[in-house]
């Protein structure tokens, strides 16, 4: 089994990281799971991503912006 080379820049934020990718995936309808999660295609798993960054530069944008 190969493990992900991914990691968190800040190790406290992984939790965090881990529950936005699940509230992302449940928002956008991609059935992601704990663990193994290989029955996803790979257009599935890139949409959540592609979201979460997405989600994360409005943030980003907003605090910037004094919103």
């Known amino acids: ?26 928002e956008i309808g991609v059935p992601l799971k704990n663990g193994y999660n290989g029955d996803l295609t790979s257009r599935q798993n890139g949409s959540v991503g592609g979201y979460m960054v997405k989600k994360m530069i409005e943030a980003q944008e907003r605090q910037m912006s004094g919103k």
Do not use: Q
């Not at 493990?3 to 509230?23: G, T, Y």
């Open 1 to 26: 089994m190969s493990h992900s080379s991914n990691r968190a820049v800040i190790p406290e934020a992984k939790s965090a990281l881990d529950k936005f990718k699940f509230e992302v995936a449940n």
